[in-house]
Nanobody, 123 residues
Framework: QVQLVESGGGLVQAGGSLRLSCAAS????????MGWFRQAPGKEREFVAI????????YFADSVKGRFTISRDNTKNTVYLQMNSLKPEDTAVYYC????????????????WGQGTQVTVSS
């Protein structure tokens, strides 16, 4: 079992930056590929980024490529999402999740989810 708790969300102006953190409990955190998703009001949950268990591989949605980075510290059981050059369309609740199997961009491929943290980007 893995429990995930996101933090770091907030209100920021367009062009600004935020760093989200996802703290995990459970000894198996380091064995999971970890992803970030987001969900805006009235929209489906969408893939943002994923990082391999070792941190060697990362993938990003086209909408955030070049602006967001994902990293992890397995000694702290934490995964991060650094968000730069934020846009109003990045406004959403952001979730971290532990990947199980299947397509990494599909929410149903993830086994554990955090409760989410709100990110609001003002224009």
């Amino acid at each position: 079992q893995v429990q995930l708790v996101e933090s770091g969300g907030g209100l920021v102006q367009a062009g600004g930056s935020l760093r989200l953190s996802c703290a995990a409990s459970g000894r198996t955190f380091s064995s999971y590929n970890m992803g970030w998703f987001r969900q805006a009001p009235g929209k489906e949950r969408e893939f943002v980024a994923i990082i391999s268990w070792s941190g060697d591989s990362t993938y990003f949605a086209d909408s955030v490529k070049g602006r967001f980075t994902i990293s992890r510290d397995n000694t702290k059981n934490t995964v991060y999402l650094q968000m730069n050059s934020l846009k109003p369309e990045d406004t959403a609740v952001y979730y971290c999740a532990a990947f199980d199997s299947g397509s990494y961009y599909c929410p149903f491929s993830y086994e554990y989810w955090g409760q989410g943290t709100q990110v609001t980007v003002s224009s």
